[in-house]
């Protein structure tokens, strides 16, 4: 037996299609949708990130503004800018690409984008609100992972959920994401004593780890479902995720493939934000 694969490329394709039909109608009603992006300093990944997310914008009918500063611009530099963004009526959200160059505290950075424009989902008000099951802009990534879910109608209420990884940008909030549909969460780390047999009780796998291959197939319980949020890459140059693909998808019921799974979410997820804040901020 094979698991039915997770196809991240047709999923973001949907969500990204009807960000677009949404961006249409703001554009036809007042003006279309507006995302500004920063970012500081020359992290590789973090510059394909940045291009992919202007051609998405492209792509929906989103207009990107982009802000590009070197590895030792200033935190007043970075604030000023996010202030004259935030006080902008034309701009619906504002993003600042992480990691930033050392010398930056992050914290200050994201916590200085106003609530209503933060379509990362990182300010501590939206953070609060998704914690406590209201609207809010939820953080792309772990978004994404529900989207997949409920895309592939793979039940989750009442489900038993493990989520691999505590990071405040995917396992933390992925975590409180699929509580909110009423899945009996447990998170695993680093330091976790007897994570394969707690995995083995899952229904639903989330591995957001960063180490590849890291959860096995003899930690999975026959059929359930992975959704693996790892980019890794190996030795050999290739990128792999935090699940050993090529033996859990004879054990699992449903799995996402990396490259192909979770990665194109975030950023179709990043466009649902920005149309959901210019909706809000246009009052359609
Ligand atoms: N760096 C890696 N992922 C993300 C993300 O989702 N948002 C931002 N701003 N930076 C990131």
Do not use: W
Request: aromatic share 4%.
């Amino acid at each position: 037996m094979s698991a039915q694969i997770i196809d991240g490329k047709e999923i973001s394709a949907y969500i990204k299609r009807k960000a677009a039909e949404e961006a249409a109608v703001c554009g036809s009603q007042k003006r279309n949708p507006c995302l500004a992006v920063i970012i500081a300093g020359e992290d590789p990944a973090s510059l394909i990130y940045v291009r992919n997310k202007r051609k998405a914008c492209e792509e929906c009918g989103i207009r990107s503004l982009q802000y590009a500063f070197g590895p030792d611009v200033s935190e007043g530099e970075l604030l000023s800018l996010i202030d004259s963004l935030n006080a902008d009526d034309g701009v619906d959200g504002i993003l600042c690409q992480l990691p930033l160059p050392s010398h930056i505290d992050e914290a200050k950075i994201t916590n200085s984008i106003c609530p209503e424009k933060d379509v990362d989902g990182f300010h501590p008000v939206n953070v609060g609100k998704m914690l406590s099951g209201k609207d809010c802009f939820v953080p792309c990534t772990p978004a994404g992972v529900i989207e997949m879910l409920k895309y592939k109608n793979i039940e989750i209420s009442g489900k038993r959920a493990v989520v691999v990884g505590r990071s405040n940008i995917v396992g933390k909030p992925a975590a409180a994401l699929l509580l909110a549909e009423n899945a009996t969460v447990t998170v695993c780390h680093s330091r976790t004593v007897g994570l394969k047999d707690i995995v083995k009780t899952a229904d639903i796998v989330v591995a957001a780890v960063g180490k590849p291959k890291f959860i096995t197939a003899d930690m999975l319980k026959d059929g359930c479902a992975v959704i693996d949020v790892g980019i890794n890459r190996t030795p050999d140059g290739k990128i792999c995720g935090d699940v050993d693909f090529e033996n859990a998808v004879h054990v699992a019921g449903a799995i996402t493939p990396v490259p192909g799974g979770v990665g194109p979410m975030t950023i179709a997820m990043l466009m649902h934000n920005t149309v959901k804040s210019c909706k809000m901020r246009l009052g359609l």
